[in-house]
């Protein structure tokens, strides 16, 4: 290895493919991907088109099928699935369409997770301003259930960056936001990043967004397309 | 939000969605399905049995009786003046019973066999029926034919003695034709003590020709009475208790007949009252939990539904006739299969015991369980549904974790309607009292539960929260509602359980001594006197017999004690028994073994006027002491003794024991017989005895004890196997109640553990969190609903059951181990349920 620093995410041929009944259904079919650290790189592409799986792939939520993935410095197919979670705990942090926050902790709980995960004092207050960076200050201590699409939105969000992980995962984090509170929502994550040196893999449908990132990967089909 | 103006047109939409729903959704209620069934089924039995057990006893009473009032006296008869005085009062009937031995054909050395030999009058029976196989007249069946007298006998003497019908047995001295084969005797539970052998009925003229009556062996006299019509039962009763002879007699009502029947009935239907109950309790709450968890599941189906324009109504409407088309499905499968079990088991029964019985007896009880279950299930569903009502599509839209409230309302109609089902269950069940309390225990457990539960959310909200393991656990705790479900579920599963269980195991311990230990292989009946040394010189000589005892034998009846009337002078009403009818007497001159509680043996010379030994339950029923005196009847003579000592016997030796043993003088010449009892080393050894002793002693009765000890072993067995069944269901009924409770949050559980593996939390982690969460609260319901059971059960077995209480150590590791069994099971349920293995799973549910 030279002085450089290795890329954050290296993937050279990924495919993915999913079982079904009526044989394996490929969804990525050879992927090549470079992200260096501090990158904020988004990814379009029709839906269906795979971009989700990628995010999974990345995340180490779903092994791949074939190929090699590097994340963080860690080949993927070598890792089991406890050392992916791990490195999720550690370096990556998560924003799903889906949001997938903790329905039965507040707001505060849920962006604290993190920090609590990797045995940080002060996770409260941590998380603290976080919230109050996405603009949820005032909703600290509300369930998922009573929180608003967007609101729950940017609670993932907050989460997600909680912990200053090397590398965040965002699948259509302002998708549920109007245009104003998405602006503001997309600012701090760059902000977040770029004061932190954050590798960013953004999915997005708005190519204003897209035009933002240091560059754009188009998905078709489970490829990279030029 | 209503789009639908008129009922009419909610009515389509709620038809409509329910053709859609009938098959899937019914499907979703396999669980709440399965609760309702076992406890239907379960309730239904042991209601519908206990129920009929009883009302059998009190239908058959005066036919088990043979009368309104029956006296007995032994070894002679009463005499005529009183037997006329009987008659005035009511239509009378005698009966004889003695033990004697049948013998196949004419020659001596022809097979023989113990009978119960009955003799009765002509009118007998004066209550029910004898059913006689070809469906012949009892009085035609006994009726002399070519001068043999006739008899009638059960199935058993037939085959031991491999006769046909037809066929000639010899009594004593007189040979009877088999005529028919008796298989229902109306009064065959009036048996004083239990029957050594087949029954053999015949005429009392015949009986008076065989001589057995007056050689000094044990002989019954009975006689009815039945009154006529419109009598005033107590005052013709106290008519007939005013002829009572001074040599005393065993007077009876219908109500006391068959005691030693009746108290083992009582046990068994107390114990299926409160298996019932606690099947109730645990279905229902099972039954409760599977419904709320199915609505909770069903949470998104519900908010698209609103969505799409239904109403609060017709979604509860629709909702609630899926699960009455569920609960009546499962609730008819339920009681047909209780019914079924009930009709074999019962007709095995009561034709065992020979009473009558029908089918057509159950069906109010029937009707009466599916009523009470309905009420159950409805109050327990309303509770359930109530969640339906409540539900803000919104809200269950956004991600499905709402928290439904019961309001007062439907709280109020839920408690009203399992209120009410408890009360028909207590009334209905045969022993109310005994059945309020338990059920009042129940519910003070339920509220203590759930009390328990809220307990633990309010600890688990000051729980701090810095680790993520503490984090998890405190989120897990904290919400009152699925902790009190929870506690509740698990808590009176385990209740019902334990306390099943332990009385169980107290009452198969208190069954088990019923079966004799250190028994003789041989019991001698009626030897006399001249006999008893011949025996003794035979098996001195034989080496592969021996423990021969021989005692006299004779019946008393205890009279007074210190010259107050025995019924009066009795302090302990527990041992009235023995004062009632005739007791076992015998006389020594050397002490007989037995150990000596109090009080001397006399010399073995003493020849002065007779001192008595009183067996301990003597002195338990009267506080007696030695020097106090007895007034007893022996042989038709009433004598007053000093008592000299009190003796406490071993039970379960199946040798005779005495109630009151007295010194030789004048009994010793009396005519009466001994009773010999002896072991073999061999079975062959002792048939050679038996053979021998036929022809030297053909008056002697042989009882095979070690078949009357493998009969008793079977009865017990089958009563032990009965009882565990029913604590098996109830276990199988709480596990199904336990599980529902578990499956209930499995989603919300599946949603939160996605969530937590997201930021990084390991399967581990999860896994480790959900145990430690669950394990708290089944380790409070485990230790509050066995410590509960136990308690039940001990009240149960002592104050209901009247047996001691051993719940064993069994009962004692059940709720511990259910309790962390089902801990574990719901711990990894919520980590296995939670985080889904395979390729695309996770993918899957991250997706939406
Ligand atoms: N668990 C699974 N099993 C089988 N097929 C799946 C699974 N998850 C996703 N797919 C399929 O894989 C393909 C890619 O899905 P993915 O969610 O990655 O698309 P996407 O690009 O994120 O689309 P969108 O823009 O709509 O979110 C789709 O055709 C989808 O149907
Ligand atoms: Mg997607």
Redesign the pocket.
Known sequence: MNHARPPVVDLTQVTLA???PDGD?P?LNGVDLTIDTGEIVAIT??????????I?IIGGLEPISEGTAHVLGLDLALQNERARTLLRRRDIGIVF?AYHLVPSMTALQNAALPLILAGEDGAEAKATEMLTRVGLGHRLGHRPSALSGGEQQRVAVARAFAARPRLVLA??PTGNLDQQTGAVVIETMFDLARSSGTALIL?T?DPALAARCDRTLK?ETGRVVP | MDGHGTPAAGMKVLITLLKAELAHGILGLRLFMACVAIAAGMLGLVWLMGTGLSEAMRDNATRILGGDVAVTVVNAPLDRGTLEALDRIGRTSNVVELRSTAHAGSSPGSSRLTVELKAVDDAYPLYGSVALESGAAISDALAVRDGLAGAVVEADVLTRLNLVIGDVIRIGDTQFQIRDQMTREPDRLSAGTFLVGPRVLVSLKALEATGLAGRGSLVEYRTRVRFPEDTAIEQAIRAVADEEPDRGWEIQSPEQAAERVREVMDRTTTFLGVAGLAAFAVGLTGAWAAVSMWIGRRRRTIAQYRLSGATTSTVVVLHAVLVAVAGVLALVLGVGLAAAGAVILLGNLTERLHLLWSPADMAPTVMLVTLTLALGLAGASVAALSGVANLSPLRAMRDGETGTRLQPRTAWGAGLCVIAAAGLAILGLPNPSMAALAAAGLALVAGILVLLGDGIARVGRHLPARRFLALTIKQGLMSPGPVMLRTLALGIGITGITGVVATQQSLQTAFETQIPEKAPDLVLLDVQPSQVDLIRATVSETPALDGLQATPFMRTRILAVNGVPAEQALVNPEKDWVIEGDRSFSWTAEPTGAELVAGEWWPANYDGPPLVSAEEDVMQAFDLKPGDTLRYSVLGRVFTSTVANIRKEYHRTMRPEFLVVASPQPFRDAPHGWIVSLQGLDAESLSTFVADLTRSAPNVTVVDVRRLVRDAAEVVEGAILGTLLIAAVLLLAGALSLSATIVADVDARRREAVALSVVGATRREIALARLAETAMTGLVAALAGGAAGMVASFWITTAALRVDWTPGLSAVLLPIGLGVITSIAAGLSGGLGALPRGR??L??LL?G
């Open positions: 999913y079982p079904s259904v969804v592409g029709p839906s269906g088109s795979g971009k989700s799986s990628l999974a369409q699948d259509e999915v449908h998905i | 695309g799973q993918m899957r997706a």
